[in-house]
């Protein structure tokens, strides 16, 4: 079993910047994968970033050169600048585990125009 926990998420501008964190605990040793989506209101749940083996990235075209994904031991990070309003939405943070994906609970980032 694996816990995911987020935070970092709030209220900002446009333009301006927010870093997630997401912290695991529980079978930390076989995650393999850690990533990012996000989920709009009305919208399916889309991936946004993911880090493999904490050096291979991958980011959606709608953010790449504003998202940076990165990963230290057992904690993952977004670092997101020049949020944009369609950036909006609840934020989560998944690990794959031996084939198996967990999730955390969520957090709420909100782009003001």
């Known amino acids: 079993q694996v816990q995911l926990v987020e935070s970092g998420g709030g209220l900002v501008q446009a333009g301006g910047s927010l870093t997630l964190s997401c912290t695991a605990s529980?079978?930390?040793?076989?995650?393999?994968?850690m990533a990012w989506y996000r989920q709009a209101p009305g919208k399916q749940r889309d991936l946004v970033a993911r880090i493999i083996s904490g050096t291979t990235m991958y980011y959606a075209d709608s953010v790449k050169g504003r998202f940076t994904i990165s990963r230290d031991n057992a904690k993952v990070y977004l670092q997101m600048n020049n949020l944009k309003p369609e950036d909006t939405a609840v934020y989560y943070c998944?690990?794959?585990?031996?084939?198996?994906?967990?999730w955390g609970q969520g957090t709420q980032v909100t782009v003001s125009s």
């Open positions: 529980g079978r930390i040793f076989g995650i393999n994968s």
């Open positions: 998944a690990a794959r585990h031996i084939g198996r994906d967990y």
